[in-house]
């Protein structure tokens, strides 16, 4: 996690203002980053494609640890399950040592801090212009996170889909996204964002679309750090396995 300790550093070349920088800042117990709340700021250090992919894989990490601190609040209350899950996230990235105790910081910071989820998302959004699979695993583990004690709180389903409306993730993948976790008879079409009447055509262009964006291999080749990789491959097998169940139900 070579990043990591560039942004406890202050090397990477483009530092994060705005509400990441807050909360980072908070993390750390100290003012390293610029908290001007324009979201971006040009600090020096590294150049190039590597500084990008540092601040790339900073945000996404920085993000998701404070968007699950929201969402684990948004019903009034932080549960057991939901602090065990984000343990459990950090075991599956294989987090340890201080960058793990940097996530729980960040996670327990952002719970009070005074800014938003729908801050963060924006400024997360900045992030990610053009990487619907970048935004579409974030929401993916959101969902994991709201239904780690059972059951969606409507106050968490409402602040998901705040959230993805600034990602600019349509209501019918939300949609599908909403019955993959809490239940459907069509889960493998839900898997691919569609519902059983769609055609075949459609069937066979989605499958082919979400197999090019989720690929393992072009989720490295965006930049996304080797500690979130299993996530886009666990989504990647869902996808192959839900075309799987499809096509032999219909023939293709």
């Given amino acids: 996690m070579s990043w990591f300790g560039k942004l406890l550093g202050g090397t990477i070349g483009l530092m994060m203002g705005g509400p990441l920088g807050a909360i980072a800042g908070g993390a ?20 190039g494609r590597q500084s990008q992919l540092d601040q790339r894989r900073a945000a996404y990490f920085l993000t998701l640890f404070s968007l699950l601190g929201k969402l684990a609040k948004a019903d009034g209350q932080v549960t ?18 201080e960058p793990r105790a940097f996530a729980i910081r960040v996670f327990n910071e952002a ?21 619907p699979h970048l935004r579409s695993t974030m929401l993916d583990m959101l969902f994991q996170i709201a239904l780690a004690d059972g059951s969606l709180h409507p106050a ?12 600019g993730v349509s209501e019918a993948e939300m949609d599908a996204l909403h019955s ?6 069509d889960k493998a079409y839900s898997v691919l964002g569609l519902t059983s009447d769609a055609d075949d055509e459609t069937v066979k262009k989605t ?17 996304m750090p080797q500690e ?8 990647f097998q ?4 839900a075309w799987d169940q499809i096509r032999q139900e219909r023939n293709l």
């Fill in 111 to 131: 719970k009070d801090s005074p800014h938003t989820a729908e801050d963060l998302a924006r400024q997360f959004a900045h992030f990610t212009v053009g990487q």
């Fill in 238 to 241: 869902k996808i192959q396995t």
């Fill in 80 to 97: 057991r399950k939901e602090g065990d899950l984000v343990l459990s996230f950090l075991d599956r990235m294989h987090v340890y040592g």
């Fill in 156 to 167: 968490e389903e409402e602040m998901i889909r705040r959230i993805a409306a600034i990602l």
């Fill in 28 to 47: 750390l117990g100290h003012h390293l980053f610029d908290r001007d709340a324009s979201g971006v700021r040009q600090a020096g250090g590294l150049s």
């Fill in 228 to 235: 979130f990789v299993d996530f886009a491959t666990d989504h």
């Fill in 180 to 185: 993959h976790y809490v239940g459907t008879t």
């Fill in 207 to 223: 499958y082919r679309r979400l197999v090019h964006e989720y690929h393992p291999d072009r989720i490295v080749s965006k930049g």
